[in-house]
């Protein structure tokens, strides 16, 4: 049998064998392929939803959530956090905004701004937390989210409540005459104060007249002592004491008015005269004139027994300074002067011997003349 047949069918079955081969392996680089981009795709896919996961993390945490608020704390933005807040400290009549916002400011400046979840009042959906400045807390904030697609959408929060805290205001006590007009941080006083009795100068004042009572105001809503004026009926401004520490202050009665040259000019003459009459080197007659009719302390000085002077061959009134002066009314006032009187001895050195004397005179206007009604021993 020849072979020749065989050895033809060996040769036709090469190609065949070569041709399958190469589609074979295109086959198998193409699935390779496809299997690397559908791998590629998968990780590319798995990576975004982790990175999705992650973003949506990081969004709900405490710090994130309230990102926003807290720089507002950190920068001290008290303006835009008294706009935003639900609940916000007050000022009162005499203070402004302003006042509040820096107040506001000086709580923030205590230590390191931390906020605080308050766990137990917070949920998924809703976060409460505590603002502290240091070991101090200054707000409160409550947070809900907004309702989302799918649990990998970044949530987004909405800030629902925000408390500020500050101390209750303080109050201020005022101590006044009732016939001055009360300013209190460049805005009048319009209240009705208690009743503070009457001044010790109605005592000698006596019936002549019913001299203004002081008034007690208790007045409330500061954060900051405020500065507090007084006036006179007569437009003068009236001196007014503060105690820092109590909050309190004393405005006494007015120490000027249109008349007061007048009548410290009148008790520099009284008191040199009363000093010269004591002294006597004056006779009654001479001081009765400084006086009022009927003087009672006129009366007691002339039936006094004067012997408190050695006697003298002269004397001289030298010097008189106005120490203070306090405007009751119109028709009443005080006047303290101190004189010197100068003595000239009958015997020893001719160098004259100096007296000192303090005149406490209370003056009323009689018959149109100011005349001595009192004196302050």
Same mark, same amino acid.
């Given at each position: ?32 392929? =496809? ?11 798995? +990576? ?14 405490? %710090? ?113 005459? %009732? ?37 007690? +105001? ?28 109590? +909050? ?10 249109? /008349? ?38 006129? +009366? ?27 405007? /009751?009314?119109?028709?009443? =006032? ?41 004196? %302050?021993?």
């Amino acid at each position: 049998m020849s072979s020749e047949p065989v050895e033809e069918l060996k040769e036709d079955a090469k190609p065949k064998r070569s041709k399958g081969a190469r589609l074979y392996r295109i086959f198998l680089l193409s699935w390779i392929l =496809c299997l690397l981009v559908v791998l590629s795709a998968g990780l590319s896919r798995f +990576y975004d939803f982790l990175e999705g996961y992650e973003t949506a993390y990081r969004a709900s945490l405490p %710090e994130s959530v309230a990102a926003e608020l807290l720089d507002m704390f950190r920068t001290q933005d008290t303006g835009s956090l008294y706009d935003i807040a639900t609940e916000k400290p007050m000022h009162g009549e005499f203070e402004t905004r302003e006042d509040v916002l820096i107040y506001l400011r000086t709580n923030l400046q205590n230590g390191e701004i931390v906020l605080e979840p308050v766990r137990n009042e917070s949920t998924a959906d809703h976060n409460v937390f505590l603002i502290n400045s240091g070991d101090v807390t200054v707000a409160r904030a409550e947070y809900v989210r907004e309702p989302v697609a799918d649990v990998l959408d970044i949530p987004k929060w909405d800030l629902t409540s925000l408390s500020l805290y500050a101390d209750e205001p303080g109050s201020i006590h005022i101590s006044a005459p %009732e016939n001055v007009k009360l300013v209190i941080n460049g805005i009048e006083y319009s209240g009705t104060g208690a009743d503070g009795g009457e001044p010790a100068a109605q005592r000698i004042v006596g019936e002549y007249e019913d001299l203004p009572d002081m008034k007690e +105001y208790d007045i409330d809503g500061f954060y900051y002592l405020p500065d507090v004026a007084a006036v006179s009926e007569d437009g003068t401004a009236v001196p007014v004491l503060c105690d820092m520490n109590a +909050y309190t202050y004393f405005v006494d009665y007015p120490r000027d008015c249109e /008349y007061r040259e007048e009548v410290e000019a009148i008790a520099k003459e009284a008191v040199g005269a009363y000093a010269n009459f004591v002294s006597g080197d004056l006779s009654q007659a001479e001081l009765k004139k400084y006086f009022t009719e009927d003087n009672i302390f006129l +009366y007691y000085m002339s039936h006094a027994e004067l012997k408190w002077f050695t006697r003298h061959l002269a004397s001289e009134i030298h010097s008189a300074e106005v120490k203070d002066f306090i405007a /009751y009314s119109d028709d009443v =006032c005080y006047c303290e002067v101190i004189v010197e009187q100068y003595l000239t001895m009958e015997w020893g050195p001719r160098e004259p011997e100096v007296i000192t004397t303090d005149g406490k005179f209370y003056f009323v206007k009689q018959n149109g003349e100011w005349k001595v009604l009192g004196i %302050e021993f």
